[in-house]
């Protein structure tokens, strides 16, 4: 079955610490890769996607993740987290043409000041 | 820009009682989708939509119906409201682009079961 696995349900990190969020998601195919963020109160918004190309791909605020097929990951990654990246991380994967989306369980991201 | 719109943003329900979840996009997206939050679950679909007059069920659709009338609303319809559904639910729109396509997300209706 096709699913999603994020590693990490809960990270505290102090500002200025780098960011990795581990994702692995499980599906032979060929796939779409996206990761959204939902700041508190707020709907969610895509960071970035990879669907062909460069497997390393940059997003909006500075985050980034590559895409490893050998490892069936998309891990996100920010050299240097804010405050303001407090906020729950979504990693999705999608197949064929439809936009249907298969969520992880989602990280929660808390930064301190 | 509008983009996705839910309404109501909180609902409280009885047991046993119904109600619709109102969904509209303007960004004459063709795909439409509605998926529920759950705490530590991530988000699950329970149905979307390929265009007017085309629905199909998603992961979770059991309890819960929809129509789709017209490009722009997708709504979501509840007909006996049970505690299994108190959730966080999201409609979402894309366009029909092939991979890739980024899908928009309404601000969500956290609905009680009580």
């Known amino acids: 079955a096709q699913s999603v696995s994020q590693h990490n349900h809960h990270v505290i990190l102090s500002e200025a610490a780098s960011l990795e969020l581990g994702c692995n998601y499980s599906?032979?195919?060929?796939?779409?890769l996206f990761w959204y963020v939902q700041y508190p109160g707020q709907h969610l918004q895509l960071l970035l996607k990879y669907f062909s190309g460069d497997p390393l791909v940059k997003g909006i605020k500075g985050f980034e993740a590559e895409f490893i097929k050998s490892k069936f990951s998309f891990n996100l990654r920010k050299p240097s987290v804010q405050w303001s990246d407090t906020a729950e991380y979504f990693c999705a994967f999608g197949s064929g043409n439809t936009g249907k989306l298969i969520f992880g369980q989602g990280t929660t991201l808390q930064v301190k000041p | 820009n509008a983009g996705v719109t839910q309404t109501p943003k909180f609902r409280i329900l009885k047991i046993g009682q119904s109600m619709t979840l109102q969904c509209t996009q303007d960004?004459?997206?063709?795909?439409m989708y509605w998926y529920r939050q759950d705490p530590g679950m991530g988000l699950k679909l329970i149905y979307y939509?390929?265009?007017?007059?085309?629905?199909d069920k998603g992961e979770v659709p059991n309890g819960y119906n929809v129509s789709r009338s017209t490009t722009e609303d997708f709504p979501l319809r509840l007909e006996l409201a049970a505690p299994s559904q108190t959730s966080v639910y999201f409609c979402?729109?894309?366009?029909?682009?092939?991979?890739?396509?980024?899908?928009?997300f309404g601000q969500g209706t956290r609905l009680t079961v009580v």
């Open positions: 979402a729109s894309s366009k029909s682009e092939g991979r890739g396509t980024e899908a928009f």
């Open positions: 960004m004459n997206h063709n795909y």
């Open positions: 939509s390929v265009g007017a007059g085309i629905t």
């Open positions: 599906y032979g195919g060929t796939v779409n």
